[in-house]
């Protein structure tokens, strides 16, 4: 039963990751994400678990610090390959540029602005494993799905205001795993860099849309 509710859980997860008008599609790539799933439900799949810890920082025009913490749990189906879902708490904090003001009214009052926000992404974890699981080997990550900013708030961000509560999220990585346990090759420290991108809308003198870069580094344990 609970293998049941985790793959209808990643289901949902992926199919808010790739929006699409059409219901077909959404049927096509629940489908498709099922038979991935096979093996665990088969009993032939292994669980894993990771939790991470990271910061990165924002690229471009629009400055900002992202503190990150999150977890994924799924299964590891053979020595290279895992898949799995996850949430995780990360905490933005924006920076104002010096033209910031220049042309702008204040928002309306119902939303002022702050500029530390706490934003909650949900997604679908892809992780390949590059070498020998016991010993030092290379990963490559990836994680995709949508994050929620949980303030009914603008945050203000170089010269003006996101203002939408949902964006878009892609999350990939390289990094090295290091075991930690010879008895148990499952347990071990990951270090890695990352790429993180979210989509946004964004009004200065009017709405548009803008996407967030930033680079960083994370730590991470799994088992």
């Known amino acids: 039963m609970k293998t ?9 997860l992926s199919i808010m990751a790739f929006p699409s008008k059409s219901f077909s599609q959404y049927y096509a790539a629940a489908n498709a994400l099922q038979s991935v799933l096979s093996p665990a439900l088969s009993g032939s799949g292994r669980y894993k678990g990771f939790v991470e810890a990271g910061y990165t920082h924002t690229l471009g025009n629009y400055k900002g610090d992202f503190l990150e913490l999150s977890t994924s749990q799924g299964y590891q189906y053979n020595n290279w390959f895992f898949m799995g879902a996850g949430l995780g708490v990360d905490i933005l904090f924006s920076q104002k540029n010096d033209k910031w003001g220049e042309g702008l009214t204040t928002p ?6 702050i500029l530390t926000a706490p934003m909650l992404p949900l997604f679908t974890d892809f992780r390949f494993n590059i070498g020998n699981n016991s010993s030092v080997s290379f990963f490559l990550d990836l994680k995709i799905g949508c994050s929620f900013l949980l303030s009914n708030k603008y945050v203000a961000i170089g010269d003006g205001y996101l203002t939408n509560r949902e964006y878009f999220f892609l999350n990939p990585a390289i990094g090295l795993r290091l075991p930690v346990n010879k008895k148990n090759p499952k347990q071990a420290f990951d270090f890695g860099v ?13 709405n548009n849309n803008i996407t967030l870069q930033s680079l960083g580094a994370f730590l991470a344990f799994e088992w």
Request: glycine share 0%; no cysteine; aromatic share 28%.
């Open 4 to 12: 049941k509710l985790f793959s209808l859980a990643l289901i949902f």
């Open 108 to 113: 309306p009052s119902d939303k002022p602005y």
């Open 194 to 206: 990352r790429y993180k991108l979210l989509t946004s809308n964004y009004w200065y003198q009017y």
